[in-house]
């Protein structure tokens, strides 16, 4: 490993583990919600912990809160920044180290969007937010249906499978490598790049989980290279043909634009859609009714986004001296903000940890974020999950948990990596009308 690449390791990562791993053994819930195993196979009972200290927390790395008004605020207030993937105080002089050994472009580095604030990040965002309209998201139905319908007829009637491997994780991969522009054959490398890479959104990874993923983004990088230079060469219809022809970002920005829309384009909406199939499969009598009322199903995925959400807290820094919720953060101090938290929040919402596909308001949850970083693929991954989920149950009504589903070992990211079930057989129904 490159000598810079080990000191931004112990940096950003090794110094948070160290004090992550202390504190989860005196039993800090911050510090298990982060770093410990509860926090990626049941971090709920540890956010209602964490709210039950206070809306906003003083943990060992950084504030915290799991307060749906408080969070939403503090999402929308130019007062708060997001700095770089940052989810702890770093020491200046490391900061200053960080930011001189910059990773090969990647979705948490800037220029990333993810990672940086207005006036930059209106620059990198404007030119995507184009393909995200809601006219370009109903052109995209059509393929979503017919790529869920194929993989659908490709699952083994009266069998079994892992339907993460087999279904979740095909539909969004199948869709965004498509508006990428990149060739139906790479998909099992994203899929192995993904897995590799997503570890760099939580705090305090190993250092193999760390040097994997930077391997990835270099293999990434190379082949993101050779893309751009074939997109430059015969452009498509794709987004990234667009961005390239438009000429407003330079390879370097191209680069970190498609690796974050090919991450945030199918490691979250594979979550989504496993959790959604777990829910519904814990929970009969709410299966039972969405085959009653099927007008119910985009509500039922916004629930499925409020009462497990694929992506589980982001984080924000005072951008000067701030006073919220009566306690005075310093200019620089970051705030991990607990977005599945803030959907459970009882003031907001009623008996809470009930999953209810008819609840009113569950579209108030906070999983897709707020304010000028708000998710650009949130009406994609609704019509991804709500096509697939109904689509999945219409054609087997019978489908099983075949095993215990095994979560994902990512704190930030929630969903799961193996979802064993028992298929049923095959319904013969027509393709599942418009959701
Ligand atoms: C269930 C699926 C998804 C969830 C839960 C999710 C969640 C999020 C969240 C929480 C953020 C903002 C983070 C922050 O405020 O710090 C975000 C940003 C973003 N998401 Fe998603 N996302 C999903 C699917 C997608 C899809 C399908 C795409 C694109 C194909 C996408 C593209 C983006 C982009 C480009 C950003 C950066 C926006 C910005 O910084 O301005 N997401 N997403």
């Known amino acids: 490993m490159k000598p810079q690449y080990w000191f931004r390791w112990f940096s950003v990562q090794g110094l948070p583990r160290l004090v992550l791993r202390t504190q989860a053994r005196r039993g800090q819930p911050f510090a298990q919600l982060m770093g410990g195993p509860q926090g990626f196979t049941d971090p709920y009972p540890l956010i209602e912990q964490l709210r039950g200290q206070g809306r906003l927390v003083r943990t060992p790395i ?10 939403r605020a503090i999402l929308r207030d130019p007062r708060f920044g997001v700095r770089a993937n940052q989810s702890f105080d770093l020491p200046a002089p490391l900061q200053r180290f960080v930011e001189r050994y910059p990773l090969p472009p990647n979705p948490v580095e800037p220029p990333s969007m993810l990672v940086i604030d207005p006036p930059d990040h209106t620059k990198m965002r404007r030119p995507v937010a184009a393909a995200f309209t809601p006219r370009a998201i109903r052109r995209l139905r059509e393929r979503v249906e017919t790529v869920t319908e194929e993989l659908l007829e490709e699952l083994p009637s009266g069998g079994s499978a892992d339907l993460i491997a087999a279904f979740a994780a095909q539909v969004p991969i199948a869709i965004i490598s498509e508006m990428l522009g990149f060739p139906r054959e790479d998909k099992g490398m994203f ?6 890479a997503t570890p760099l959104l939580d705090i305090g990874i190993s250092r193999k989980a760390h040097r994997t993923a930077l391997d990835a983004m270099e293999v990434m990088n190379d082949y993101l290279d050779g893309h751009i230079e074939r997109l430059r060469r015969e452009p498509g219809e794709d987004i990234l043909s667009s961005l390239v022809t438009a000429g407003e970002l330079d390879t370097y920005g191209l680069k970190a634009t498609a690796s974050l829309l090919m991450g945030a384009g199918f490691e979250t909406t ?6 959604g199939v777990v829910q519904l499969l814990s929970h009969p009598d709410q299966l039972a009714r969405l085959r009653a009322e ?12 409020r009462i497990d959400a694929p992506v589980q807290t982001t984080a924000r820094s005072a951008l000067e001296d ?24 009882p003031g907001v919402f009623e008996d809470p940890t009930r999953f209810d596909v008819g609840r009113e308001n569950a579209k108030d949850h906070l999983t897709f974020s707020s304010g000028v970083h708000v998710c650009l693929g949130a009406s994609l991954a609704r019509m991804e999950a709500t096509y697939a989920l109904r689509a999945l149950f219409d054609r087997f009504p019978d489908l099983q948990l075949a095993g215990p589903p095994q979560r994902r070992k990512l704190f930030t990211l929630h969903g799961y990596e193996q979802l064993p079930v028992r298929l049923g057989t095959r319904a013969h129904t027509p393709a599942t009308s418009a959701v």
Do not use: F, M, Q
């Open 294 to 305: 099927p007008e119910l199903w985009p509500n039922a995925v916004e629930e499925v986004l």
């Open 62 to 71: 950084a504030w915290a809160s799991a307060d749906h008004e408080l969070i």
């Open 322 to 345: 701030v006073e919220i919720a009566g306690i005075r953060l310093r200019k620089g101090n970051t705030v991990v903000v607990s977005l599945a938290g803030a959907n459970r929040d």
């Open 270 to 275: 594979v979550n989504l859609i496993g959790n």
């Open 191 to 196: 899929l192995a790049w993904g897995d590799a």
